[in-house]
């Protein structure tokens, strides 16, 4: 009984300490696409940063005055127009392992919409950074 116990806080120590770790970061898969979003904090950037090598695009949601932005609706289409990933970003970065392409990014915050053209390979990181003038309302 005793040793079902120190099990049992174990477990819940290691789920406590991982979720910590990401913070409110989103890890997931939509359409066969795996992605993340967070970047909220310090140690979720450290997280996502760690993560990078995994993913060939990131999306990044800022103010032209350099102030991160979150809680942005990311869209993503290919060439045909076809959306691959649609998300609500938990922050201000993204990161998606798209098939090689060419890609629109929408990012929408309040009711101002930003968009960016990548192409992306298989393997390295492209990146696209949208910027708003000021907060979006």
């Not at 696409?33 to 990078?52: C, M, N, Q, T, V």
């Not at 090598?53 to 032209?64: P, Q």
């Not at 090689?100 to 009711?111: L, R």
């Not at 390295?124 to 003038?133: D, M, P, Y």
């Amino acid at each position: 009984m005793k040793r079902c116990l120190v099990c049992m806080i174990v477990l819940a120590l290691g789920w406590l300490s991982a979720s910590l770790a990401y913070g409110d970061d989103a890890f997931g898969v939509r359409n066969g696409i795996p992605y993340a979003s967070g970047g909220i904090g310090l140690d979720s950037r450290e997280a996502l940063h760690a993560k990078k090598g995994d993913y060939n695009l990131m999306v990044t949601l800022a103010r032209r005055d350099g102030h991160y932005l979150g809680g942005a609706t990311i869209t993503i289409r290919d060439q045909a127009e076809k959306v691959v990933l649609e998300i609500e970003a938990e922050g201000p970065w993204v990161l998606a392992k798209l098939p090689p392409g060419t890609y629109t990014v929408n990012a929408k915050v309040g009711q101002v919409t930003r968009s960016g053209a990548v192409s992306v390979r298989a393997k390295g990181l492209k990146q696209v950074r949208l910027t708003w003038n000021s907060e979006p309302a």
